[in-house]
T-cell receptor
Framework: DQQVKQNSPSLSVQEGRISILNCDYTNSMFDYFLWYKKYPAEGPTFLISISSIKDKNEDGRFTVFLNKSAKHLSLHIVPSQPGDSAVYFCAAGMNNNAGNMLTFGGGTRLMVKP | KAGVTQTPRYLIKTRGQQVTLSCSPISGHRSVSWYQQTPGQGLQFLFEYFSETQRNKGNFPGRFSGRQFSNSRSEMNVSTLELGDSALYLC???????????FGSGTRLTVV
């Protein structure tokens, strides 16, 4: 049972345009969500996060939107740059005493064309 | 400051063998978590260690085990390797909370 899903395995965007990466989840107990970016042969690096009590968080070119009623979040990258080409993972976590654990989606490969 | 170090970077093993992977966390980080990444499956949580105790465990068979030492370094072990164990194994360390995860570059395990 996949609690976090990224339904688009890949996305191709022209440089300068907006990239929108989507993520759906099923567990309403998640308290926070994160986006990670991964280049080949490297570990994932943290990009941006959002708490479940917010609906938007912005950091430079990156904005994450959360729609709790739809159990959906999205990452917007504006403007997209060729260096943004990577695999993007969304992840969800809970604030409890059970320790650290994130549930990840399957990833979306973003290709930004010059 | 030094990041999370995983050794070895690449490993080829034969079916039925066992393997040990190592992870040195960022200095001061007491929590170490392990994830398995396979194509299309994202990252699957294996387990988490905090102060030498396993605090959380994912849905993997008992062939997958781990431990943490007093200096917070962690090892994971996979016994009786199967072809399906071929994956990128990632470790992440944090001070507290998954919010502060820093991942290592991973160990690429190939089982033949």
């Amino acid at each position: 049972d996949q609690q976090v899903k990224q339904n688009s395995p890949s996305l191709s965007v022209q440089e300068g345009r907006i990239s929108i990466l989507n993520c759906d989840y099923t567990n309403s107990m998640f308290d926070y969500f994160l986006w990670y970016k991964k280049y080949p042969a490297e570990g994932p690096t943290f990009l941006i996060s959002i708490s479940s009590i917010k609906d938007k968080n912005e950091d430079g070119r990156f904005t994450v939107f959360l729609n709790k009623s739809a159990k959906h979040l999205s990452l917007h990258i504006v403007p997209s740059q060729p260096g943004d080409s990577a695999v993007y993972f969304c992840a969800a976590g809970m604030n409890n005493n059970a320790g650290n654990m994130l549930t990840f989606g399957g990833g979306t490969r973003l290709m930004v064309k010059p | 400051k030094a990041g999370v170090t995983q050794t070895p970077r690449y490993l080829i093993k034969t079916r039925g063998q066992q393997v040990t992977l190592s992870c040195s966390p960022i200095s001061g980080h007491r929590s170490v978590s392990w994830y398995q990444q396979t194509p299309g499956q994202g990252l699957q949580f294996l387990f988490e260690y905090f102060s030498e105790t396993q605090r959380n465990k994912g849905n993997f068979p008992g062939r997958f085990s781990g431990r943490q030492f007093s200096n917070s370094r962690s090892e994971m072990n996979v016994s009786t390797l199967e072809l399906g164990d071929s994956a990128l194994y990632l470790c992440a360390s944090s001070l507290q909370g998954a919010y502060g995860y820093t991942f290592g570059s991973g160990t690429r395990l190939t089982v033949v």
